[in-house]
């Protein structure tokens, strides 16, 4: 199947990625899958609802190893910023947040994985097959802080001049491999665990306001966003030597 990340496929890509099976997910032959519970789902609207919940009959494992880049994203200034601001306006900057964010990982064919509050964890490489996964992830992830600046601009509006300084969005970035599966016997459904994972999310936590922090792997991936930028050596949280990550702002 062919197509990019800026078309709405008919056939589910990850359906058809990894089976090579054309669920219709839209369009007059995608209505009697629907009957039977067969929707686009909120990971990302070009697979279907059977990536998303039957990953045991798609993969025929609980789990698999497989390479894949591996993002988090998180609202730098939040805490100042919860206190400041009635609920109610604060549900509605993170709900902007989570959706400029899904957008731009859509763009690129990621999947977002899981939402946490003001974070979220998106996957490069599965279940649409991404051949340069981690330029995808690193492409992403600047079209999230292009996109978030409005936002940015709200969220800095009752703040003071010092808080208003650290509000932003923090990003981590690493390609690696990770398990991919169903790790619960009572939520059917798949994410990805391993290091991978654990390297990327400690990169987001060391990410300040606008910056994208990049694992030397996915760098390396992704030569033509990264090439020439700075590096810093971070210590990380379960590594026991420093890490060179390439740094990308919000401005470029």
Not at 218 to 236: K, Q
């Amino acid at each position: 199947m062919s197509g990019t990340a800026h078309e709405h496929a008919r056939i589910c890509r990850g359906c058809w990625d990894q089976m090579r099976m054309p669920i219709p997910i839209r369009g007059p032959l995608s209505l009697p899958f629907r009957v039977f519970g067969i929707t686009r789902s909120k990971m990302n609207p070009n697979i279907c609802t059977i990536c998303e919940r039957a990953f045991r009959r798609v993969k025929k494992h609980r789990h698999i190893s497989a390479n894949a880049t591996i993002l988090f994203a998180d609202i730098r200034g939040y805490t100042s910023l919860s206190g400041r601001i009635d609920a109610i306006a604060l549900s509605d900057i993170v709900s902007a947040f989570q959706d400029q964010c899904a957008q731009g990982i859509w763009a690129h064919d990621g999947i977002v994985n899981k939402q946490m509050g003001d974070g979220l964890l998106a996957i490069f490489n599965f279940p649409i097959k991404i051949e340069r996964h981690a330029e995808a992830a690193v492409a992403a992830a600047l079209d999230i802080q292009r996109r978030c600046k409005p936002l940015l601009a709200a969220m800095a509006g009752p703040l003071d001049l010092a808080a208003a300084d650290t509000a932003g969005i923090g990003v981590g970035v690493h390609t690696g491999q990770v398990e991919i599966g169903e790790f619960s016997t009572i939520h059917s459904e798949f994410t990805a665990i391993g290091s991978t994972v654990n390297r990327a999310s400690r990169l987001e936590t060391q990410a300040a306001a606008g910056e994208i922090l990049i694992s030397a792997e996915s760098a390396t991936l992704a030569p033509g966003l990264t090439a020439g930028t700075p590096t810093r050596r971070l210590t990380l949280k379960g590594v026991d030597h420093p890490v060179l990550a390439h740094v990308l702002t919000a401005g470029g």
